[in-house]
Nanobody
Framework: QAQLVESGGGLVQAGGSLRLSCAAS????????MGWFRQAPGKEREFVAS????????YYADSVKGRFTISRDNAENTLSLQMSSLKPEDTAVYYC???????????????WGQGTQVTVSS
């Protein structure tokens, strides 16, 4: 069964760090760009970061640039998001997404994980 499973969310103080992971079944992962999106209460889901299928190029939303790092391990079919210098406004449910095509994009693809909650306290 094709699936994406996120882990690593939790509660952290402002200024702290968290690392999110997404485990993917092989046929979902290989050859496709992967992205992270997030949705805060009362807001629409928004793009956070994307990485190409090879893992060599990345793209970030301005709001997280310089603080978050997206990466992937194609041998293990895993996607990661290292988040540092967290702010209360980073509080959201974070979703892993299999995007369309091999190059990075801000547009989501059809496959989503179930999401993992990140809460940043002030």
């Amino acid at each position: 069964q094709a699936q994406l499973v996120e882990s690593g969310g939790g509660l952290v103080q402002a200024g702290g760090s968290l690392r999110l992971s997404c485990a993917a079944s092989g046929r979902l992962f290989s050859g496709y760009a992967m992205g992270w999106f997030r949705q805060a209460p009362g807001k629409e889901r928004e793009f956070v970061a994307s990485v190409t299928s090879t893992g060599t190029r990345t793209y970030y939303a301005d709001s997280v640039k310089g603080r978050f790092t997206i990466s992937r391990d194609n041998a293990e079919n895993t996607l990661s998001l290292q988040m540092s210098s967290l702010k209360p406004e980073d509080t959201a449910v974070y979703y892993c997404n299999r995007q369309s095509g091999a190059y990075y994009s801000t547009a989501p693809g059809a496959y989503w994980g179930q999401g993992t909650q990140v809460t940043v306290s002030s």
